[in-house]
């Protein structure tokens, strides 16, 4: 009767802890029993798992879940070290892709949410708000050639209003649709000529004033 009780306990527990797996890896899992061996320390309430996959978890559990503190090294290079909430990548954490790509930030229900830092492996780095796994909010990114962009996103598209300042010295602040000037904003170019007006999908579009270094201007409409 123990040995009985013994397996059915550790089938729930498995199953329970995929909730802490990578969404990727987790549905193909759902359907075996991947438990190989577990170690427990009373103590610290700490637990050591190897799935079948090669995808180890060692943290803290609650009703046989991951719950509190913990890090699973999965089996496809990724990694994650944080905070967990009934299964969930919940709280803060450190997310490391097998890309070189890293997340340190906020976690909700297994999204990135909150504020977080997300370094990318082809040198980008963003620095802000995070919804359900987007960039959204306010936030700044910095690109490898020295531009920069601050301001609002929207479902990880520059949209709203930001600035975007260009490595040359040119800039353009004012509104933003899909990553391009939509809306009324200023752009300056490097010689000192300055647009204020109407933009369309990254073009002056509409009403809208030139202004040269001297001072001319021309004040009209543009397409």
């Not at 995929?18 to 103590?43: M, T, V």
Request: proline share 2%.
């Amino acid at each position: 009767m123990k040995r009985f009780f013994t397996i059915i306990f550790l089938a729930a527990f498995s199953t329970s802890l995929l909730y802490a797996q990578d969404g990727a890896e987790s549905g193909a899992e759902s359907s075996s029993n991947p438990l190989l061996n577990i170690f427990k320390n009373k103590k610290k309430e700490i637990v050591t798992v190897t799935l079948r996959d090669g995808s180890v978890y060692t943290g803290e559990l609650k009703r046989k879940r991951p719950h509190g503190n913990g890090t699973v090294q999965y089996a496809n290079g990724k990694k994650y070290n944080g905070t967990f909430l009934n299964g969930y990548r919940h709280g803060s954490g450190v997310y490391e892709y097998k890309n070189g790509d890293r997340y340190e930030g906020g976690y909700k229900e297994g999204k990135r949410n909150g504020a977080g830092t997300y370094v990318f492996a082809d040198g980008r780095k963003y620095d802000g708000s995070w919804v359900d796994d987007h960039m959204q909010g306010y936030g700044r990114m910095d690109y490898p050639n020295g531009d920069y962009y601050i301001g609002a996103w929207l479902v990880g598209q520059r949209t709203g209003s930001g600035t975007y300042l260009y490595a040359t010295g040119a800039s353009y602040t004012g509104e933003w649709k899909d990553n391009k000037y939509n809306g009324i904003g200023t752009y300056i170019w490097t010689d000192n000529c300055k647009y204020i007006g109407q933009w369309k999908n990254g073009h002056r579009n509409g009403k809208g004033v030139f202004i040269s270094p001297v001072g001319d201007t021309y004040d009209g409409m543009w397409s």
